[in-house]
C-alpha cells in the first residue's frame, strides 16, 4: 500500500494519479506498469491539480486493472490537467522504485490465489481417464502414475518463509496509526482466506487420491470376476513392504531379545496411557482396530502392524489365514476381539504385559507403506490389579525397541493435559538426544485450543521449544471426537474441518504441513523408507559376516554331518522311533511268549511259593494238600492274577520296545542327541496306554480253566514239570543258604585263609543253629514250628555254654533252618518222581484223582506245578494275541499322539534336543535365511527405485 507520493513536482492525489493511469498508452496498460518517479510521502497536502486533499489507497495492480478495462471499453473519459506530458512521465517514473516492493507486499496476498489458480489449470489439463474403465489396466503404469502424483504433490506449497514476511510487514505497518487500518484487515483477511484454500486445496488433492484408487479397486475387482490370470498373478506377487515385513519377522524369531543383531528400522509408537497412540496408529490405518477402554491399559503386548496399498481394505496376522474385511463393522469387532484375545493368552498368570508381538498386516488403497510398532502406554504408577514390575516392564520393552539406531520413535503427547505430566518425552530424548530418528506428535489439539488459555505455549511445543527433546518434525492432529463409535471417516471429515476454522491456524500458530494426520502419515513414511535405505545393505553386510563364521565353526566341529536343526531332527527322531513300534511285529510268538512266561513268573512265584506251595506241602495227607491248593489258586486266579497278568503284557511290550531301541544305541550310525527324546515318548506313550477293559475278564476265564485241569497227558508234560519244581526249589534253596550264611557268619577254613571273623550275633547264631540242627537230625519229620518245651530246652543248652538268647531269635534261625530242611526233602522228592509218571497215570485210570499215592512215594507238588506252568503257558500265549492283534497298534497310536504333541511344543523340543550341534544348526538356518531374505528385498528395493 503507497500514500500520496509528492516531490519537485507537486503533490498528487488518488483522483489525479487515476486519472493519469487511465491515459496510458496500450503497452503500459497490458503490462500494468504505471512509473513513478522517487517521491517522498507528505500527507495532508492540497492536490496541486486542484482536486482536493488526497490519499492513494488504490493498489497498484488495481490501477493497472481499471486502467486497462477504461482502455479496451474505449469509454469517453476527459481528464484535464495543469502539467504537460512530460512532467506525467517523469511523475509516473517515481514508481520504478516501488515495484520491488509492490511485490514483496502483494506476494502473499497473490500467492494463494495464484496457487488455486495453478492448481484449476493443471487439474484441467489432465485427461479424462474414464474410457480406463473398459480396458485392463496396466499394473505398473499405474504405480508410475501413482508415484508421479505423489512427487507433484510437493510442489503444491504454501511458501510459508514469505507469507510470515508478508505478515510480518502487515504488522507493521499497522504499529502506523495513520488511517489505514481498514486496508491492512483486508489484506489479513485476503492472507488467511488464502491459507484456507491451500488448506482446501491439499484435501481436494487428497480426495482425487483416493477416487483413483477407489476405481482401480473396482477395476480389480471386475478382473478378479472375470477370472483374468495376470490379475490373479499380481495378486499373489508379494508387495515390497510385505517382503520387508517378513524380514522383520524372521529377525524377530532369530533375536527374541531384540538386540544386536536387529538394526532394521521400524516406526515405534510410544506415549503415555491414554494419550492417544492407538487413535493415531489406526487414522494412519484408515480403521478401527485395537479394541477400546475407558482410562484402563488395553494395549498388553506390542503389536507390529505392516501398512501396505492394496485394492481391498483388509487385514490379516501373520499365523493365520482368515482376512478381516476392514469395511464391515461386524469384521471389525471380530478383529478387536481376537486381539485382545491374543493379548491376553501373551500375559502370563501374575503379569499385566508382555514383551510376545502380535503381527498384524493391513492392506488397503491410499495406505503408506510402513511397520509400526503399537506398545504399551507409559505409566507413571502401579495401580491396583496390576503386576508390582508393570512400570519397570513397560519401560524395558519400551527402551528395548526404541534402542534401535534405525528405530523411528513416533512420540505420542497428550495434547489437553498439562505438557509437564507427560513421561514419554524424557524417554524419547535418553533415547535419542539429537532427535535425528524421533516425530513429536501433539494429539487432542481441539481439546488443547479448547482449553489453553495462552495459545503460544502450544505453538512452543510445535516448534520444540518448550521440553529439551529435539525431533525431526513436530505435528498436530485430532484423532476422535470423544465418541469411540465413531468412523475413521467421521474423525477425518471433523479433523479437517477443524483445522480449517481453527484460530491456531488462522493466527499462524499452526503451518499447514504440521496438520492432520494424512500429512503426518506422508512425513512418517518417507523417514521410514529413508532409513530403510540407508540400513538395509548394512544388516545384510552384518548376517553375511555372522553366517561365516557360523558355517567356518561347523565345517570345524561336525564335518561330515548334515545341518539339522531341531524341527528337522525331530522329524528324523520320529521317524526312527515309529520305525521301532513297527519292528514290534518282526519278534517271532515264542520270542513273545518266553518273555512274558518269564517276566510273569518273575511277579508271582513268590506268591506261588509262599502263600500256595508252603502251607499246602505241610499237610499231614494228599487230600488235604490238593485241597488246600484248589481253594488257594481259585482264589488267587479270581482276584489277582487277570489284573498282574495284563500288567505283565504291558510291562513286557515295553521291555521289547525297550530292547529294539537299545539295539539301535549299539549300530555304528547311532545319533546319541536322539536319545533323550526316544526314551521320554516311550515313558509318555507308557503313562497314556491302558489295557483294553475286556482282556481282564477273557483272561481270567482262561486262567481259571487252566488252573482246574489236574490231568497231565503225557511224559514229557510230566518231566517238564519235574525240571520246573527242581528249577525253583533249587533256587530258593540257594536263597536260604545264602540267608543262613549271612547269619552265622564264614566258616572255619574261610576264617582262617581269608582272615575273616564273626560278629556277637553270629557267635550266637551259629551256636543257635548247632542246637537246632539236633532236633532236625532226631525227627527228620519235625514239624514247621518249635514247641515251647523244645525252646526252652535249645535256651538253656546255649546257657551252659555262655550264649544268652530270646524266644525270638531262636525262632528265627529255626524258620530258616528248617526251610532248608524242607527244600532239601522237596528236592529229593522231585528226583524220585521222575519215574513215578506211570505210577501217577495208574491210579489216575483207577481211581479217577490227579494224584497216586504209595507206601513209598506222593507226587502232588508235582502236579501243582505242572498246573501252574500250564497257566503260565496259557496267559503268555493270550497276551502275545493280545499284543500282536490289539495292543502294539493301540501303542502304536500312542506314540503317534505323543509326537504330534511334541513337534507343537517348541520348549519340549528345546529341552529333549540340546548341545552345541543343534544351537549351532539352528542359528546357521535362520542366518542364512535371514540373509536371503535381506537379499531378496535388496534386489526388489533396487528395481523400485
Same mark, same amino acid.
Given at each position: 500500500? +503507497? ?18 493511469? @487511465? ?8 503490462? %500494468?506498469? @504505471? ?31 481499471? %486502467? ?34 509492490? !511485490?514483496?507486499?502483494? *506476494? *502473499? ?140 519377522? /524372521? ?34 490405518? =484408515? ?48 478383529? $478387536?476381539?481376537?486381539?485382545?484375545? $491374543?493379548?491376553?493368552?501373551? @500375559? ?29 502406554? +507409559? ?216 518273555? +512274558? ?47 498282574? #497278568? ?9 521291555? =521289547? ?37 475286556? %482282556? ?15 490231568? !497231565? ?31 552265622? *557268619?564264614?566258616? %572255619?577254613? /574261610? ?38 518245651? /523244645? !525252646? ?17 531269635? &531262636? ?50 507238588? +508235582?502236579?501243582?506245578?505242572?498246573? &501252574? ?6 496267559? #503268555? ?69
Amino acid at each position: 500500500m +503507497i500514500r500520496v507520493a509528492s516531490g519537485a513536482f507537486g503533490p498528487y492525489c488518488g483522483k489525479c494519479l487515476k486519472a493519469a493511469a @487511465v491515459r496510458l498508452t496500450t503497452e503500459h496498460a497490458n503490462k %500494468a506498469v @504505471v512509473p513513478f518517479k522517487q517521491a517522498v510521502s507528505r500527507p495532508n497536502q492540497q492536490c496541486i491539480l486542484g482536486n482536493g486533499q488526497y490519499t492513494l489507497s488504490h493498489t497498484y495492480s488495481t490501477l493497472a486493472r481499471r %486502467a486497462t478495462v477504461h482502455y479496451r471499453s474505449n469509454l469517453p473519459v476527459v481528464y484535464k490537467a495543469s502539467r504537460s506530458v512530460s512532467t506525467l512521465r517523469r511523475l509516473t517514473s517515481f514508481m520504478k522504485i516501488f515495484r520491488l516492493r509492490y !511485490i514483496i507486499l502483494t *506476494g *502473499g496476498v497473490v500467492g494463494g490465489a495464484s496457487l488455486k489458480a495453478t492448481y484449476d489449470s493443471w487439474k484441467d489439463k489432465v485427461p479424462d481417464l474414464s474410457w480406463m474403465k473398459d480396458l485392463i489396466p496396466d499394473g505398473d503404469n499405474f504405480k508410475n502414475f501413482m508415484a508421479e502424483m505423489k512427487k507433484l504433490s510437493s510442489h503444491f506449497r504454501l511458501p510459508e518463509k514469505d507469507t510470515d514476511d508478508a505478515t510480518t510487514t502487515m504488522a507493521a505497518m499497522g504499529s502506523n496509526k495513520s488511517g489505514l487500518s481498514d486496508d491492512q484487515n483486508n489484506g489479513k483477511e485476503r492472507l488467511m482466506k488464502a491459507k484456507e484454500e491451500f488448506l482446501e486445496t491439499q484435501l481436494k488433492y487428497q480426495r482425487e487420491i483416493e477416487r483413483l484408487e477407489k476405481e482401480n479397486k473396482q477395476l480389480r475387482k471386475n478382473l478378479l470376476l472375470k477370472g483374468d490370470r495376470r490379475a490373479m498373478g499380481r495378486k499373489v506377487k508379494k508387495s515390497l513392504i510385505d517382503m520387508y515385513s517378513e524380514v522383520l519377522d /524372521e529377525l524377530s524369531d532369530f533375536d527374541s531379545s531384540y538386540d544386536t543383531q536387529d538394526h532394521l528400522p521400524r516406526v515405534v509408537v510410544v506415549g503415555d496411557q491414554s494419550a492417544g497412540k492407538t487413535s493415531v496408529l489406526e487414522m494412519i490405518a =484408515q480403521a478401527r482396530l485395537f479394541p477400546r477402554g475407558s482410562g484402563e491399559m488395553m494395549t498388553r503386548t506390542p503389536v507390529k502392524v505392516t501398512l501396505s496399498e492394496g485394492p481391498y481394505h483388509v487385514a490379516q496376522f501373520k499365523d493365520s489365514n482368515r482376512e478381516y474385511d476392514l469395511t464391515k463393522e461386524s469384521e471389525l469387532q471380530a478383529l $478387536r476381539q481376537e486381539i485382545e484375545f $491374543r493379548m491376553k493368552n501373551r @500375559v502370563g498368570k501374575g503379569q499385566t504385559v508382555s514383551s510376545e508381538t502380535i503381527s498384524l498386516s493391513v492392506r488397503g488403497p491410499g495406505l503408506q507403506r510402513m511397520v509400526l510398532v503399537d506398545l504399551p502406554g +507409559i505409566i507413571s504408577t502401579v495401580t491396583t490389579g496390576m503386576a508390582s514390575d508393570t512400570k519397570d516392564a513397560i519401560q524395558r520393552m519400551s527402551k528395548g525397541y526404541m534402542k534401535n539406531p534405525n528405530a523411528i520413535i513416533l512420540c505420542i503427547q497428550d495434547g489437553s493435559v498439562d505438557a509437564e505430566r507427560s513421561i514419554v518425552t524424557d524417554l524419547a530424548t535418553s533415547m535419542d538426544p539429537e532427535g535425528k530418528r524421533t516425530i513429536f506428535v501433539l494429539t487432542k489439539v481441539d481439546l488443547a485450543e479448547k482449553n489453553s488459555a495462552n495459545p503460544s505455549r502450544i505453538k512452543q511445543i510445535l516448534e520444540g521449544k518448550l521440553f529439551p527433546m529435539k525431533a525431526l518434525g513436530y505435528f498436530a492432529v485430532v484423532t476422535g471426537k470423544g465418541n469411540s463409535n465413531d468412523s475413521i471417516e467421521a474423525i477425518k471429515e471433523y479433523e479437517e474441518k477443524f483445522f480449517r476454522t481453527s484460530q491456531l491456524f488462522k493466527t499462524g500458530t499452526l503451518k499447514p504441513s504440521q496438520m492432520t494426520t494424512q500429512n503426518l502419515s506422508f512425513a512418517v513414511s518417507d523417514c521410514f523408507w529413508k532409513m530403510v535405505r540407508e540400513s538395509v545393505e548394512q544388516q545384510a553386510d552384518a548376517f553375511k559376516a555372522t553366517r561365516f563364521n557360523l558355517e567356518t565353526e561347523w565345517k570345524n566341529n561336525f564335518p561330515r554331518m548334515r545341518e539339522l536343526d531341531r524341527d528337522e531332527l525331530f522329524e528324523k527322531a520320529k521317524g526312527e522311533i515309529l520305525d521301532d513300534v513297527l519292528r514290534l511285529g518282526e519278534i517271532s510268538p515264542k520270542q513273545w511268549e518266553d518273555a +512274558i512266561s518269564k517276566i510273569l513268573w518273575e511277579r508271582v512265584s513268590g506268591y506261588v511259593f509262599e502263600q500256595i506251595y508252603l502251607p499246602a506241602a505241610q499237610a499231614e495227607s494228599s487230600g488235604v494238600f490238593n485241597t488246600t491248593v484248589d481253594i488257594k489258586l481259585k482264589t488267587w486266579s479270581e482276584q489277582q492274577l487277570a489284573r498282574k #497278568s495284563v500288567e505283565v503284557g504291558w510291562e513286557t511290550l515295553l521291555e =521289547q520296545t525297550s530292547k529294539i531301541i537299545d539295539e539301535d544305541k549299539s549300530r555304528k550310525d547311532h545319533d546319541a542327541i536322539f536319545d533323550d527324546l526316544k526314551s521320554t515318548v516311550k515313558q509318555e506313550s507308557v503313562n497314556r496306554h491302558k489295557w483294553h477293559e475286556l %482282556a481282564h475278564d477273557s483272561l481270567r476265564v482262561i486262567q481259571l480253566n487252566t488252573l482246574e485241569d489236574r490231568s !497231565i497227558s503225557d511224559k514229557q508234560q510230566w518231566d517238564s514239570a519235574v525240571q520246573f519244581m527242581e528249577g525253583i526249589l533249587t533256587q530258593r534253596l540257594k536263597e536260604t543258604d545264602e540267608r543262613i550264611y549271612d547269619m552265622v *557268619g564264614p566258616g %572255619a577254613g /574261610e576264617r582262617w585263609v581269608y582272615w575273616k571273623y564273626r560278629t556277637p550275633e553270629q557267635v550266637n547264631r551259629c551256636e543257635t543253629k548247632n542246637e537246632l540242627e539236633k532236633l532236625l537230625q532226631a525227627d527228620k519229620k519235625h514239624k514247621p514250628t518249635l514247641a515251647s518245651d /523244645e !525252646i526252652t530246652t535249645v535256651r538253656k543248652n546255649l546257657q551252659t555254654r555262655n550264649v544268652e538268647v530270646d524266644n525270638e531269635f &531262636i525262632r528265627e534261625t529255626w524258620h530258616q533252618l528248617y526251610r532248608r530242611h524242607f527244600l532239601k526233602k522237596a528236592l529229593q522228592r522231585g528226583q524220585d518222581c521222575r519215574k513215578g509218571f506211570y505210577y501217577y497215570q495208574k491210579g489216575f485210570t483207577d481211581s479217577g484223582f490227579s494224584r497216586f499215592s504209595t507206601p513209598q512215594l506222593e507226587c502232588n507238588d +508235582i502236579v501243582l506245578f505242572w498246573r &501252574i506252568q500250564r497257566m503260565l503257558q496259557v496267559t #503268555s500265549n493270550a497276551l502275545r494275541q493280545q499284543i500282536v492283534n490289539t495292543e502294539a497298534g493301540r501303542l502304536e497310536k500312542e506314540v503317534k499322539q505323543v509326537l504330534e504333541e511334541f513337534s507343537e511344543e517348541k520348549e519340549i523340543k528345546t529341552r529333549l534336543l540340546t548341545g552345541r550341534r543343534v544351537e549351532l544348526a539352528e542359528e546357521l538356518k535362520k542366518v542364512r535365511h535371514v540373509q536371503e531374505k535381506l537379499e531378496e528385498f535388496i534386489e526388489a528395493l533396487s528395481k523400485e527405485k
